[in-house]
């Protein structure tokens, strides 16, 4: 194997946040967007918890998680002090913090929220007055900082911004309005609108073992 590999899925928010990862660290390598309807057999092989986003490094060794995949191009980046700028020492334990907020309290009543129909319907507003909540706490901070911790962006930013543009979404399509304050709103702007978000979202076709590879970003 002659290039790394990242298994994907375009609208997932851990893989959209471990394809910006790669996009500020400035690498490139070959992108196989999963099916997850339909996985192909290659890539239940080499993954435990059969969920995107998985890097299948050069030397056979399996990234399965989108932090650890984060952390990953962090340190394979040739940018100067790369890692130190995104997760800086003293703000490092706030910043693991709020990504754990994230990935488990906030994630947890978004997808009973969104996916209510999968869980139960009848708690759906329950829900999303929870999730709710986590907007605000974020929105009082960025009322201050421009910025989830600190001054200058880091990796809590990027992981957390896919999954409140998730929540914008479902919000949206459930004709819930007027539940972004202008903080929150502006900081989810920054990336939607940043010059690498086409890039990011590219549609990629679904991956199968027979047709011509492709790679992330697409040019």
């Given at each position: 194997?002659?290039?790394?590999?990242?298994?994907?899925?375009?609208?997932?928010?851990?893989?959209?946040?471990?394809?910006?990862?790669?996009?500020?660290?400035?690498?490139?390598?070959?992108?196989?967007?999963?099916?997850?309807?339909?996985?192909?057999?290659?890539?239940?092989?080499?993954?435990?918890?059969?969920?995107?986003?998985?890097?299948?490094k050069?030397?056979?060794?399996?990234?399965?998680?989108?932090?650890?995949?984060?952390?990953?191009?962090?340190?394979?980046?040739?940018?100067?002090?790369?890692?130190?700028?995104?997760?800086?020492?003293?703000?490092?334990?706030?910043?693991?913090?709020?990504?754990?907020?994230?990935d488990?309290?906030?994630?947890y009543?978004?997808?009973?929220?969104?996916?209510?129909?999968?869980?139960?319907?009848?708690?759906?507003?329950?829900?999303?007055?929870?999730?709710?909540?986590f907007?605000?706490?974020?929105?009082?901070?960025?009322?201050?900082?421009?910025?989830?911790?600190?001054?200058?962006?880091?990796?809590?930013?990027?992981?957390?911004?896919?999954?409140?543009?998730?929540?914008?979404?479902?919000?949206?399509?459930?004709?819930?309005?007027?539940?972004?304050?202008?903080?929150?709103?502006?900081?989810?702007?920054?990336?939607?609108?940043?010059?690498?978000?086409?890039k990011?979202?590219?549609?990629?076709?679904?991956?199968?073992?027979?047709?011509?590879?492709?790679?992330?970003?697409?040019?």
């Amino acid at each position: 194997m002659t290039t790394d590999i990242l298994y994907s899925f375009r609208r997932c928010p851990y893989a959209i946040r471990a394809r910006w990862a790669l996009l500020i660290c400035e690498i490139r390598l070959e992108i196989r967007e999963i099916d997850l309807k339909n996985k192909p057999q290659e890539f239940i092989n080499i993954s435990t918890t059969k969920t995107v986003p998985i890097l299948l490094k050069k030397n056979n060794e399996v990234i399965e998680e989108s932090l650890d995949i984060i952390f990953w191009a962090l340190s394979e980046s040739e940018k100067n002090n790369i890692k130190n700028f995104y997760i800086p020492s003293n703000k490092e334990e706030k910043i693991f913090e709020i990504i754990s907020e994230n990935d488990n309290s906030f994630k947890y009543h978004l997808d009973r929220f969104k996916y209510s129909a999968r869980f139960e319907a009848s708690e759906e507003e329950f829900h999303f007055l929870e999730a709710a909540k986590f907007i605000k706490k974020w929105n009082k901070i960025l009322t201050n900082s421009r910025w989830l911790i600190g001054d200058t962006p880091s990796i809590a930013d990027w992981c957390i911004w896919p999954f409140v543009r998730q929540f914008k979404i479902a919000c949206e399509s459930k004709k819930k309005i007027s539940y972004f304050e202008e903080p929150i709103k502006k900081w989810l702007e920054y990336f939607e609108k940043h010059q690498n978000f086409k890039k990011l979202m590219y549609k990629y076709n679904p991956w199968e073992p027979s047709i011509k590879k492709d790679y992330f970003p697409f040019n």
